[in-house]
C-alpha cells in the first residue's frame, strides 16, 4: 500500500516569500491532516480535513496560512508571506476514520525561512 | 498547565539496559493513549495503544495510572535500533492527535 505523499521534501525561501507544499494521501483516506512540527516539539495541529470540507483549522494562522482539498483527495497548505518562525518541518497525515486514532504520516517537507 | 508534558531528555543509556519514560497529562478526559516513535528526521509512527490500564508488545510496555494523570512506556533490553524520540498521545475523543514534545532516547554500545 503505497503511504501518505509529499512535496518538496526539501524548501528555502526568503521571509516574505511564498511556498505551497503538496500532499497526496492513501488511497480511500477521508481524513487528511496538516501538522506543523518545529524542531524540539511535537508536531502541532494546523488543519484537519473530512473529505473537502474543513473539521478543525483553529491553530491555522489564516493571515499567512491557507490550504485546501479539492475534490476531496490531495491538499496544498501555503503561506503567504512566510516568516523566520515558520521554519520547521510541515507533516500531513491521513485517517481513514475520523477521530485520528490510525493516523499515518508522510516524510514532510523541511521549510527553512532565511 | 500543558496538555501533555513528557522529560525532553535525552536519556543516554547503554545496550541491553531497561529505560522508562513519563507521560503527564491534563484532561481527565482521555480516554486512550498512544506512543509514536520518531526517527531523526522522519515522521512519526505510532508504536503502541493503550486503551486500559496498559499493554505489552514485546520488549515494550505501557502503563497507565490514570488517577495520576501519567503514562509510562518501558522499555527492555534496549537497542541500538530503539536511539529515538518518543511522543506521547492522550486521546479525548477530539478529532486530531495532541502530541507532546517527546522524550530522546539515545541508546549506546
Known amino acids: 500500500e503505497a503511504g501518505v505523499a509529499q512535496s518538496p521534501r526539501y524548501k528555502i525561501i526568503e521571509k516574505r516569500q511564498s511556498v505551497a507544499f503538496w500532499c497526496n494521501p492513501i488511497?480511500?483516506?477521508?481524513?487528511l491532516y496538516w501538522y506543523q512540527q518545529i524542531l524540539g516539539q511535537g508536531p502541532k495541529l494546523l488543519i484537519q480535513?473530512?473529505?473537502?470540507?474543513?473539521?478543525?483549522d483553529s491553530q491555522l494562522p489564516k493571515d499567512r496560512f491557507s490550504a485546501e482539498r479539492l475534490k476531496g483527495v490531495d491538499s496544498t497548505l501555503k503561506i503567504q508571506p512566510a516568516k523566520l518562525e515558520d521554519s520547521a518541518v510541515y507533516l500531513c497525515?491521513?485517517?481513514?476514520?475520523?477521530?485520528?486514532?490510525?493516523?499515518?504520516f508522510g516524510q514532510g517537507t523541511r521549510l527553512t525561512v532565511v | 498547565r500543558k496538555e501533555v508534558e513528557q522529560d525532553p531528555g535525552p536519556f543516554n543509556v547503554p545496550e541491553g539496559a531497561t529505560v522508562a519514560f513519563n507521560c503527564t497529562y491534563s484532561?481527565?478526559?482521555?480516554?486512550?493513549f498512544f506512543w509514536y516513535r520518531q526517527d531523526c528526521r522522519k515522521e512519526p509512527k505510532l508504536l503502541m495503544s493503550?486503551?486500559?490500564s496498559g499493554n505489552e508488545d514485546g520488549r515494550f510496555t505501557a502503563q497507565l495510572n490514570r488517577a495520576s494523570q501519567y503514562i509510562s512506556l518501558l522499555i527492555r533490553d534496549s537497542k541500538l535500533s530503539d536511539s529515538a524520540t518518543y511522543l506521547c498521545?492522550?486521546?479525548?475523543?477530539?478529532?486530531?492527535?495532541?502530541f507532546g514534545s517527546g522524550t530522546r532516547l539515545q541508546v549506546q554500545p
Open positions: 497525515a491521513s485517517s481513514p476514520i475520523s477521530d485520528g486514532r490510525r493516523a499515518f
Open positions: 488511497s480511500g483516506h477521508a481524513t
Open positions: 480535513f473530512q473529505n473537502n470540507g474543513v473539521v478543525d
Open positions: 484532561n481527565s478526559a482521555s480516554q486512550s
Open positions: 493503550v486503551y486500559s
Open positions: 498521545v492522550p486521546y479525548t475523543g477530539r478529532r486530531a492527535l495532541t
